[in-house]
Structures are given as C-alpha cells and as structure tokens.
C-alpha cells in the first residue's frame, strides 16, 4: 500500500497549511499599531463613561455649554448640528436644569459668527438673552473648555454636542479640570453617512486632544478673567 494512504479506501492525507512566520509577525505587527493609534480614542471614550446623558437625566446644574459648529449659507441662523445643540440647551434651561448658557465657537468663523448666531437662535427659543454669555475664542474643543474655566471661572457644567464629539468634549473638559457632564445633542437631518463621517473624523481628531493634553497646551487666545457667567447668574 502507498504511504499516502492512511488505510484502504481513504483520502490523501493534506498538509496543513500554516501561515509563514513573516506572515504572523506582520499580522501581530499591525494589530500593535491598531492599538496604539485607537489609544487617544479609546481614552477619550472611556473617560467619558458615566458622563454623559439624555436632556431628560442630565443633572441640574448653573451653567450649560454650547460647542459651536457650522451656520447655515445666510449666516445668519445656525446649521441643522448647530441647532440641534442649541434646542437642547434651551430644553434644559426652560427644565430648570441649567440657568446660564454658555455659547462657545468661533466669532470670525468661515461660515459666520457662530456665537452671535447662537445667542440669537436661543434668544428666539425664549432663552432670556441676560442669561446668555458668549465666547468668540472657543476655536475649537480643548479651547472652549479650557476657557470656560480660566476666562470665565466655569468649575462645574454641562457640555451639549452631537453623540458622535460628546465623549471627547467631556474627556477634555474634565482632564482641565472642569467638572462636567455631557448631554447629548438632537441631530435632525443627520442621515447614517453624515453620522458615519462625523465619527470617523472624531476618531481621528482624538489624537489631537490626547496631544493637546498631554502637552498642557494653552488655548490659543489668552483673555483676562471675565466674570460674565457669575454676572447673569445673579440676574
């Protein structure tokens, strides 16, 4: 009988094929750079846990923030994300959860004044306009926190932004030292692609915050204290 026979009648024995050692070097290669660049990110979410809420279950609190975005093409009122922001915030004001807003964005921004559109729009949602401060400095995330609490003396707040930001906005907010609980955002309009895009995008732009923070980075423009937020409370 032939040896490649294990016994009368049967089948050819096959070789088992085995991955080529530099094969599994690369694989397990590759798998250690996932890891590291999904690191920030992996961070970001996980610090956030236990921070972050419905409207409906966000604790009461004196100060909400609003994370500016995009205004729409009139510049004049915001974009759909922008005020989805804002609608939530106006819902926890007119809940009592929170008294004074703080609008935060970029008031030279490509696509308008986000802060002064902001401000408007809430104004409009019965917002009394003396509970409203605005930021024209929060050029983006780690700025708006990081101002909220030297420029303005926010200690403690809740931050509103859409699902997809709001674990990173919470993470940054609180490693400055801002004691913050996030609420997330409506996001009207925003279809699976647009939702697909924007966390890929914020998977990407955890890197920048964990750089950010890691490197103590000041905002990039310094102000002097404003006591803005403590005056309208007392109004």
């Not at 008031?107 to 917002?127: F, I, K, Q, W």
């Not at 906005?169 to 279809?191: F, I």
Request: glycine share 8%; net charge positive.
């Amino acid at each position: 009988m032939g040896t490649d026979m294990t016994e009368a009648g049967s089948s050819p024995v096959k070789p088992v094929r085995r991955w080529p050692r530099r094969l599994r070097w690369l694989a397990l290669a590759g798998l250690v750079v996932l890891v590291l660049a999904s690191s920030p990110w992996l961070w970001t979410t996980l610090a956030a846990r236990g921070h972050v809420y419905a409207a409906a279950d966000a604790p009461t609190v004196d100060v909400v923030i609003v994370l500016g975005t995009e205004v729409a093409a009139d510049r004049q009122r915001p974009g759909d994300r922008l005020a989805g922001r804002l609608d939530t915030a106006a819902e926890l004001v007119t809940s009592g959860r929170a008294t004074v807003v703080l609008v935060s964005g970029d008031g030279g921004g490509a696509s308008g004044d986000e802060p002064a559109v902001m401000t408007t729009y809430l104004s409009e949602r019965g917002v009394d306009r003396r509970r409203v401060v605005a930021d024209p400095f929060g050029l983006d995330t780690y700025d708006t926190c990081a101002r909220a609490r030297e420029v303005y003396g926010v200690e403690r707040a809740l931050i509103v932004t859409q699902s997809y930001h709001l674990s990173r906005a919470v993470t940054l907010c609180r490693h400055l030292g801002l004691d913050v609980d996030g609420v997330t955002a409506r996001c009207d309009g925003c279809g699976t692609a647009l939702l697909a895009e924007k966390s890929v995008r914020d998977y990407f732009a955890s890197g920048k915050a964990a750089w950010d923070a890691v490197r103590s980075r000041p905002p990039a423009v310094r102000s002097p204290a404003d006591p803005a937020v403590q005056n309208a409370l007392r109004n």
